[in-house]
């Protein structure tokens, strides 16, 4: 069965640290992968996706970026942290247009 | 103009009534469409996935697509204080690859 993998679980920056959220993906092949942010309060936010190993769009101009290095591991990042960045960040994944869309654990950043 | 549009509620029903969720969308294109729950601190969890026209049940839950009018709703009946959650409405548009969500209607079922 697939499985999708996210840490750090929780963490805590302060304003300028650099950032990297991993996402692994288990058992399938080639999906669609996101990370999206929740502020406090507030609903989902799509701030990368990508197709394809190295493809990758961005939905939200800001100091984050996105990577894709293998077909099952999404990274987001940033060089500088802002007080804006905190919020809970979620990767997830899909196969195929007739299907749904799979969601980790999520990540809990506090920007200080 | 958001992609997908949810009333942020919140939707207060009684124990035992129908809770009638609503979202549209802009884009024609989109094939398919979620609903998902949401407690507070947790990751999002499927309650539904429609791509055709027309209701699509299972259990207490029945979603409802109209693509000629874009929009998609959630009716949950019998509704329990355990449903009390924020419901997120999804769509995908882009040639499906890209997928956003609602801003989340906060439901609350009073005992």
């Known amino acids: 069965s697939q499985t999708i993998h996210q840490w750090p679980a929780t963490l805590v920056q302060p304003v300028g640290s650099p950032l990297s959220l991993e996402c692994t993906v288990e058992?399938?092949?080639?999906?669609?992968l996101y990370w999206y942010r929740q502020a406090a309060g507030r609903g989902l936010q799509l701030l990368f996706y990508?197709?394809?190993?190295?493809?990758i769009s961005s939905e939200v101009p800001q100091n984050l970026s996105a990577s894709r290095p293998q077909d099952r591991q999404f990274i987001l990042s940033s060089k500088k942290l802002l007080l804006s960045d905190s919020g809970f960040y979620l990767c997830?994944?899909?196969?195929?247009?007739?299907?749904?869309?799979?969601f980790g654990e999520g990540s809990w950043l506090t920007v200080v | 103009q958001k992609e997908v549009e949810q009333n942020s509620g919140p939707l207060s029903v009684p124990e035992g009534a129908i809770a009638s969720l609503n979202c549209t969308y802009s884009d024609r294109g989109s094939q398919s469409f979620f609903w998902y729950r949401q407690y507070s601190g947790k990751s999002p969890e499927l309650i539904m996935f429609i791509y055709s026209n027309g209701d699509k049940e299972d259990g207490r839950f029945t979603a409802q697509l109209n693509k000629a009018s874009q929009y998609v709703s959630l009716l949950i009946r019998d509704s329990q204080p355990s449903d009390s959650a924020t419901y997120l409405c999804?769509?995908?548009?882009?040639?499906?690859?890209?997928?956003?969500f609602g801003i989340g209607t906060k439901l609350q079922v009073i005992p």
């Open positions: 999804a769509g995908d548009s882009g040639g499906y690859q890209k997928v956003t």
């Open positions: 058992g399938t092949s080639n999906p669609n």
């Open positions: 990508s197709i394809g190993i190295g493809q």
């Open positions: 997830a994944w899909r196969i195929g247009q007739r299907n749904t869309i799979y």
